[in-house]
């Protein structure tokens, strides 16, 4: 291709329009109406998009305002993380009550009282943790025990980060210690055995699902009740079924208002009328209807309800003590999570 | 003696030896290239035109897509002022600690793009050094618009300089100190002589800035926050679709970013053969 000087001045000039055209054309057009961000944690995605589009209906017939909630989901521990450096969350819907608290006792962005402003610890819907195997159980997984046979693949995910593999993590402990009648030896040995059978740890609870069900790994993935549900809905029921252990863990995802970012946003009436819609008839049934376990169980489908299994949940607190010491003792760096993952 | 009759068998051995290394080039590009290059666009056009189109057309995608093009247009921007005052400085001036400049310009390549995110939550995160006045004072910098493009300049900045400094060096200041002599003030010597003389190089260099800012995921997660319509870039955004089981959609995403590399790539190639064609021009 031979240019003459002219044509060469003129294609190149042709470029360079053509590159401040594209640059021009990048327009920002952010929406103009009353926004709010809910920060929240993995599995939620579906259940979310429901409830928003729902209090966005209710909150344009009672205020006749137009608000639009905006999601950024992530792990657990990761998004609260972001909160603490300065995501500019109205709400936070986390997996479990310690993320909250570290919000608290890294930021001050929360008021140290949060759980007790909302009913039932600020947890709107419950859920437990199960197992997801490929359909038929080819490798007869039925309780926790079977979790640490050698040849066992287990897909769970980093409970440094995840909130439920923090859950999972304590359900199998606590499955352990009624086991072996609380000799910590013998749990610690069935904890390195389970976990010397795990082959990746994704960061949040998804992306665990996602490695399980699309990228094929693993016999048994450790899950929400309500994300093994959606799997098996999403990805076909002729591909994996659920398994429950005969002893399980009542996990309480809580919510709450980010104190100081409303009153800088100047949001919080609209943030504790959405966050009090969790609790309302609408959102008990959203939540029932996305798997997890609604506190208000009147309010929700009753063929909904009908699809949760009956299964021994033992509460977290009663056993293992409030959050901030059992993630001290368990999940710290150093802790009984890190000595049993590097000894495995 | 001896180096002439290698030099025959080599060349007999020619036709052979060029077929087998031809025929390596196009397995190893085919199977690592083509393949999942072609496995992206059949696998977003799997459920028809329709479903891609509706998956593109979605309103957080098409935010993705103008975020990735607000933040691409504004870091590209930045970058080739920056690469061409940086690579002015270096060719055409002396000056003590050049060499030491040369090597902080190419740091970007060497860091890893997660720590190139970090750097600026820990500069301008909530507890970070100005967190606490950026926020006293209203300004959003991470989990922003403005993080975004931090980290993305930060990542591309070697790119338009690295790609200037060998081509102004090569050309010395002969023709600078004869606009000079001719009594060409500063701005003319750099608008007539200078930039002409390098623009094939700079193009380049804005090119391959732009394929990078655009395909950046690393940093930007970091900075990010992921709110959906608002902070997630297009690589983000394929991210989210196929964490969300919607895989058709994320792989409609992923080829829309693969055909903007596609046009990059295609102008890179028109510029080339301009460029060989072009006499006295720089060799890119």
């Known amino acids: 291709m031979f240019c003459t000087p002219v044509s060469f001045r003129l294609h190149f000039r042709c470029i360079l329009l053509a590159l401040a055209f594209w640059f021009v054309c990048a327009p920002m057009t952010w929406a103009a109406d009353a926004t709010l961000l809910n920060v929240s944690y993995d599995p939620t995605r579906e259940l979310y998009k429901d409830i928003n589009s729902a209090f966005a209906t209710a909150w344009k017939t009672k205020t006749g305002e137009n608000l639009a909630v905006r999601m950024s989901h992530g792990g657990s521990g990761k998004q609260a993380r972001s909160v603490i450096d300065g995501l500019e969350a109205d709400v936070v819907t986390l997996a479990l009550a310690y993320d909250i608290d570290a919000i608290v006792d890294k930021s001050g962005f929360i008021a140290p009282d949060w759980q007790s402003r909302l009913p039932a610890d600020s947890a709107p819907y419950t859920s437990t943790i199960v197992f997801l195997v490929r359909k038929g159980n080819p490798k007869a997984i039925h309780d926790w025990a079977d979790l640490a046979r050698p040849g066992i693949q287990v897909i769970t995910p980093n409970p440094k980060t995840s909130g439920g593999a923090r859950w999972n993590f304590l359900a199998a402990w606590a499955w352990a210690e009624d086991q072996f009648n609380g000799d910590d030896a013998k749990v610690r040995s069935y904890m390195r055995a389970l976990f010397a059978n795990v082959p990746v740890l994704d960061t949040g609870a998804r992306g665990a699902t996602t490695t399980f069900v699309k990228r094929g790994l693993g016999d048994v993935l450790l899950s929400w009740e309500n994300e093994a549900f959606l799997a098996i809905e999403q990805l076909g029921p002729d591909s994996f079924e659920i398994v429950l252990p005969s002893l399980s863990i009542l996990a309480q995802p809580p919510v709450s208002i980010v104190d100081a970012n409303v009153d800088r946003h100047g949001t919080r009436k609209r943030a504790e009328a959405y966050l009090n819609f969790l609790y309302s008839p609408t959102g008990q049934r959203l939540a029932a209807k996305h798997y997890y376990r609604p506190i208000s169980p009147e309010y929700a489908d009753p063929t909904d309800l009908k699809r949760f299994p009956h299964l021994r949940r033992i509460n977290m607190t009663e056993r293992f003590g409030d959050w901030r010491s059992v993630q001290k003792t368990y999940f710290s760096d150093g802790g009984v999570f890190d000595q049993i993952f590097l000894s495995r | ?284």
């Open chain 2, 1 to 284: 003696m001896l180096i002439q009759a290698h030099r025959a068998t080599s060349i007999a051995e020619g036709p052979t030896l060029r077929r087998i290394l031809l025929g390596i080039t196009l397995i190893f590009l085919t199977l690592f290239l083509l393949f999942p290059l072609a496995a992206v666009f059949s696998e977003a056009l799997s459920q028809g035109l329709s479903v891609y189109w509706q998956a593109i057309n979605e309103p957080d995608a098409t935010s993705a897509i103008r975020l990735t093009l607000l933040v691409t247009g504004l870091s590209v921007s930045l970058n080739l002022v920056f690469g061409l005052c940086a690579s002015w400085a270096v060719a055409k001036f002396s000056f003590p600690g050049k060499s030491l400049l040369i090597t902080l310009i190419d740091l970007p390549f060497s860091v890893s793009p997660v720590i190139s995110g970090l750097i600026y939550v820990l500069l301008f995160g909530a507890h970070g050094l100005f967190g606490a006045w950026l926020k006293a004072n209203d300004v959003e910098i991470i989990f922003a618009v403005p993080g975004i493009v931090l980290a993305t300049v930060f990542v591309t900045l070697p790119f338009v300089a690295r790609e200037l400094i060998p081509i102004m060096e090569a050309q010395g200041r002969g023709d600078e100190e004869a606009a000079r002599t001719l009594g060409a003030s500063g701005w003319q010597i750099f608008f007539r002589v200078t930039l002409p003389n390098v623009k094939w190089g700079l193009l380049y260099g804005v090119l391959l800035c732009n394929a990078r800012a655009m395909g950046e995921f690393g940093a930007v997660s970091v900075v990010s926050g992921h709110i959906r319509g608002m902070t997630n870039t297009m690589p983000l955004h394929v991210e989210i679709l196929y964490n969300e089981y919607n895989f058709v959609a994320a792989f409609a995403v992923a080829s829309l970013l693969a055909l903007l590399a596609l046009v990059t790539l295609a102008l890179k190639a028109l510029l080339e053969s301009h460029n060989t064609n072009t006499p006295n021009a720089p060799r890119l």
